[in-house]
């Protein structure tokens, strides 16, 4: 399944010297760890497992599963019967066995630049323990699930690590979501506590978490669901709070958590008003300034739950899904540590939130669990100004920098220059995730932000696989822009037709897995029909993502979108990401996405949505030239029916692109449904009232 021999041509590899010292330093050896990891995962794993501290070793086999509906329930199970504490692994450990006490484990940098501040492994377990103190004193236990819904703050992680140390289920919530869609979680996962905060801004924008938070509260009171505890950090304000919040004059944090006097808003801006409910609300600051810094952690077994995380579903209702501790805990720092081949001296930088699953395994416990030294960020890549990514990656030295494309492709738009104001030297392994990369947007990543000297990672993986599926190694795997290449060890992938019957060689059908691998998800909370419906009927036997996929002559892997964004054209199966790749190669267009209208006698025709690059305008000759290079990238199968300019699209806070709602604008459905996790619900009246009419 992995090509003997990879190409020579068309591939790209970052500077030699990456090889020195690498954990997979070459394709062979890449190869050879693969084999093992396949035909004796027991052993594979349970070598990554002697890094970690097990109260009590497992009994039964070390991966034990049924992915076949047709042969009983759909389980996995990884270190059954063993008991640890992921907290205590990825801090005491930390701090105790590897003696990284002093050593930072964030450098944190709001949105403000100059609101910094940094805290050690040492500090990060006293404020975890002060916090898990807090959490049991408001009565929180074992199997117990704590809503949280914070910003990008260190607190964040304190309150995740917390709740993992007393054997608590984690229900994080993106801080960019709405009122509505934290009730709604809060309900489903069946939450005893909130944590939440004051607010935040991001750029300009003042967000009222708070208010938002009691919205949330009492959207559950009203469906008869009371929470009779809500913990609020003060992030924001410190005067504002210690009057309307009743706080002690404590510091913003655990006193653990150094905080430099800095200006967190800037004096002409408004603090937040904070409501403030004494029957239910509690000051953070207020607990932990009076809980003690030790805290036992609780030992759990291997496949108790670690947190719920939602995902949103074809049937519009959001998934909990669910991880367990031992097998996340070893995929998320399997992964971490050789798909960024981290070495001691990293800085690393993860841009995602928190509140997703890349901020889960990505910021939070793969890079703690191999002692990392990360960059945990407030802001947006565009405040105050374009270049304030490359600004902190010289600022911190950064060495391996994780992001999606949509931020990639964002950052395009406003050309070199403010990338190459600053030097940034210390790079060394660039990342993305979310999305397919295109092609160009790859190059520009490659060649501009890395000086064409570091390897892209792109890692193809779900909130569902906890952790990297398919990706690159950096110094191992030759890259082809857009393709995530092959596998991540113990995984195993397989390509589909319709029929269910696996494709060999060049291929292009649904992408499968055959086994399962640490990390994958164990089932949907309080639904497991649902799970088993969702990922594993359409075809018994296999773990189906969601995900089209392409294999091609070199046996590489391209993630061709989702298979409810493929379009049946005239019988022919397209990938929106093609032509969306099409679309952007033209240097006018700075985005594109691609959806399908319903057509009279090809099934489907292919309307696109194309935002231009500053200072570009939309006319009949450029719509004429993309309607040309799509035909001829593609094929004429591919010309788009319609193709519309759409200054801005519909995303989410995450800065996905919401297709959904583009399908329903393209084809003038006017009740939109949900669009309450559109980062900007102003565009969607835009797209509307210039829509294409119809061809007559
Ligand atoms: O369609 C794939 C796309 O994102 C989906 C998973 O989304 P989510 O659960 O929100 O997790 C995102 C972060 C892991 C996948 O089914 N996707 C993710 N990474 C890639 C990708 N598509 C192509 N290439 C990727 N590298």
């Not at 996962?189 to 949330?216: H, M, P, Q, W």
């Not at 981290?342 to 910021?363: E, F």
């Not at 492709?409 to 999305?435: A, C, F, H, I, W």
């Not at 319903?598 to 690059?613: N, W």
């Amino acid at each position: 399944m992995i090509p003997d021999k990879v190409p020579k041509d068309d591939v790209f590899y970052g500077a030699a010297e990456l090889q020195k010292g690498a954990h997979v330093p070459t394709f062979e050896k890449y190869k050879d760890m693969y084999m093992q990891s396949i035909q004796d995962p027991d052993k594979f794993w349970g070598d990554m497992a002697k890094d970690f501290f097990w109260k009590s070793q497992h009994t039964g086999r070390f991966l034990d599963y049924n992915f076949d509906v047709t042969k009983g329930e759909i389980f996995t199970k990884c270190m059954a019967g063993a008991s640890t504490n992921i907290c205590y692994n990825v801090l005491d450990r930390n701090v105790h066995d590897r003696k990284l006490g002093d050593k930072v484990a964030f450098h944190w940098e709001g949105n403000e630049p100059g609101d910094e501040s940094m805290v050690t492994y040492r500090e990060l377990l006293h404020a975890v323990c002060r916090f898990a103190n807090v959490l049991k004193s408001q009565g929180v236990r074992k199997g117990d699930r704590v809503a949280i819904y914070l910003p990008m703050v260190v607190e964040l992680v304190v309150a995740m690590l917390a709740c993992a140390r007393l054997g608590a289920v984690h229900s994080i919530v993106f801080a960019g979501f709405s009122a509505e869609s934290l009730s709604d979680r809060i309900m489903d996962s069946g939450c005893s506590l909130l944590v939440t905060a004051d607010g935040f801004y991001r750029g300009d924008k003042l967000i009222n978490l708070k208010i938002l938070a009691d919205e949330a509260l009492q959207k559950c009171r009203d469906k008869g669901f009371p929470l009779h505890r809500c913990i609020v950090l003060k992030h924001l304000s410190k005067e504002a709070h210690e009057t309307s919040l009743s706080c002690p004059p404590a510091k913003r944090s655990c006193p653990d958590l150094q905080d430099k006097e800095t200006s967190r808003v800037k004096k002409s801006r408004p603090v937040p008003q904070v409501p403030w409910n004494p029957e239910v609300d509690r000051c953070w600051h207020a607990l932990v300034a009076a809980a003690s810094d030790q805290c036992e952690p609780e030992w759990c077994e291997s496949e108790d739950p670690l947190f719920i995380l939602y995902t949103s579903g074809s049937t519009g209702k959001p998934k909990g899904v669910l991880h367990t501790l031992s097998g996340y805990m070893l995929y998320t720092a399997a992964t971490f540590k050789l798909v960024f081949d981290h070495r001691p001296d990293d800085v690393y930088w993860c841009t995602a939130d928190i509140g997703w699953i890349t901020g889960h395994s990505y910021v939070t416990y793969g890079p703690l669990a191999n002692g990392a030294t990360s960059v945990l960020f407030e802001g947006l890549p565009t405040y105050p100004d374009v270049s304030r990514m490359w600004q902190m990656v010289d600022k911190y030295r950064v060495s391996k920098f994780y992001t999606a494309p949509t931020a990639i492709r964002l950052l395009m738009k406003y050309g070199n220059e403010p990338v190459q104001k600053y030097k940034r030297d210390s790079l060394k392994v660039l990342g993305t995730v979310g999305e397919p990369i295109n092609p160009e947007a790859w190059h520009w990543y490659f060649s501009v932000v890395g000086d064409s000297r570091c390897p892209i990672v792109d890692t193809f993986w779900q909130t569902e696989t906890g952790g990297h599926v398919l990706t690159p190694l950096p110094a191992a795997t030759p890259m082809k822009p857009g393709s995530a290449t092959f596998p991540f060890f113990g995984v195993v992938p397989a390509i589909l037709n319709e029929c269910g019957e696996e494709l060999e060689g060049p291929s292009e059908g649904y992408l499968v897995f055959k086994q399962p691998w640490p990390g994958v998800m164990r089932t949907v909370y309080g639904n497991h029909g649902r799970f088993q419906s969702t990922y594993f009927k359409k075809f018994p036997g296999y773990y189906v993502t969601g995900d089209g996929c392409r294999r091609d002559k070199d046996g590489y892997y391209w993630i061709t979108g989702r298979i409810d964004d493929m379009l049946n054209v005239s019988g022919h199966l397209l990938s929106t990401a093609e032509v969306e790749s099409a679309l952007v190669e033209h240097e006018a267009v700075a985005e594109a996405a691609v959806v399908g209208r319903p057509h009279p006698v090809k099934g489907e025709s292919l309307y696109c949505f194309v935002t231009l690059g500053d200072g570009r305008t939309f006319n009949p000759t450029l719509e004429a030239q993309l309607r040309k290079q799509v035909r001829e990238k593609i094929g004429a199968i591919a010309t788009p029916d319609y193709i519309q300019d759409a200054p801005g699209l519909p995303k989410t806070r995450s800065g996905k692109i919401m297709r959904r709602v583009l399908r329903q604008i393209a084809r003038g459905e006017k009740d939109l449904g949900d669009i309450s996790t559109l980062a900007d619900s102003s565009v969607v009246e835009t797209l509307f009232i210039n829509r294409c009419q119809p061809a007559l």
